[in-house]
């Protein structure tokens, strides 16, 4: 099993803890309340600051930002937290924030790629396996699912939340939330299919998408309103595990869906 290396140029604070393997490149900072699993790697000029707790074999590449304070002016001072899990990379000058109060906490799971300029606000919950292209932006107290791809420069607003196998469009404005399996796109965004290709490649099998189809078609194409539409995929659809969660997601959403 590999040592940890710390570069002499960089700082890290005695109090954090740092896994067995983890390498620390030039000029990085690492603060007292970080605690790194095993085998993660620190390019260089990569700040890590606390509360933070970031799983195994992680990679932050240079200029990012990780575990600062939240910039919600709310803020009062209080300890607060952001937890990661495993595996993830974060690019150039990525920045993620910790939780407004102390009562909260921001999590990203785990095999995401966070690419340059991304941005997770406080109290965002990040899914498994996203993507956040370019400048994808979250705004606070967002929730993404599982597999989500974030499009190049896209801004989510506060509270949305973006389904499962969801993605956005480049350049999109998201101000309500994007049902599971579905693409949303434009400024202002509207849902314009299905994520097929992804779901394909997730090894979803036709006869699991063809439902999906479907309800994307009642909901987005039949001239129904939300209530009438989720009436008619109860009526009409077979009620797969995928359906039965595009129907959990919209009945569950404050901020109403993305038509």
């Given amino acids: 099993m590999s040592a940890t290396t710390v570069h002499p140029t960089a700082l890290v604070d005695p109090a954090a803890q740092l896994g067995t393997g983890t390498i620390v ?33 992680n990679k932050f590449f240079a200029y990012c930002s990780i575990g600062q304070q939240t910039q919600d002016l709310k803020y009062a001072g209080e300890p607060t937290y952001l937890e990661i899990g ?62 989500a791809v974030i499009g190049g420069l896209t801004a989510v607003h506060q509270f949305c939340r973006i389904g499962r196998f969801a993605i956005t469009g480049g350049c999109s404005k998201i101000v309500q939330d994007v049902p599971p399996f579905m693409i949303a796109d434009g400024n202002p965004a509207e849902v314009r299919g299905i994520n097929q290709i992804g779901l394909e490649r997730a090894g979803y099998a036709p006869e699991k998408i063809k439902p999906i189809k479907e309800a994307f078609r009642l909901i987005y194409r039949a001239k129904l309103n939300t209530a009438q539409a989720l009436d008619a995929v109860r009526a009409e659809l077979s009620q797969s595990a995928e359906v039965q969660s595009i129907l959990a997601f919209i009945e569950e959403s404050e901020r109403g869906i993305i038509r």
């Fill in 25 to 57: 490149g030039p000029f990085c900072f690492v603060g007292a309340e970080v605690s790194l699993g095993e085998n993660c790697w620190l390019q260089n000029h990569v700040t890590l600051a606390g509360s933070l707790s970031a799983g195994r074999g």
């Fill in 86 to 147: 495993d595996d993830n990379c974060f690019r150039e000058f990525v920045t993620i924030n910790r939780s407004t109060a102390a009562t909260g906490k921001t999590i990203v799971g785990s095999r995401g790629n966070f690419l340059a300029y991304a941005h997770v606000g406080h109290d965002c919950s990040v899914g498994d396996a996203v993507i956040f292209s370019n400048n994808g932006t979250l705004a606070g107290h967002v929730r993404v699912g599982d597999h």
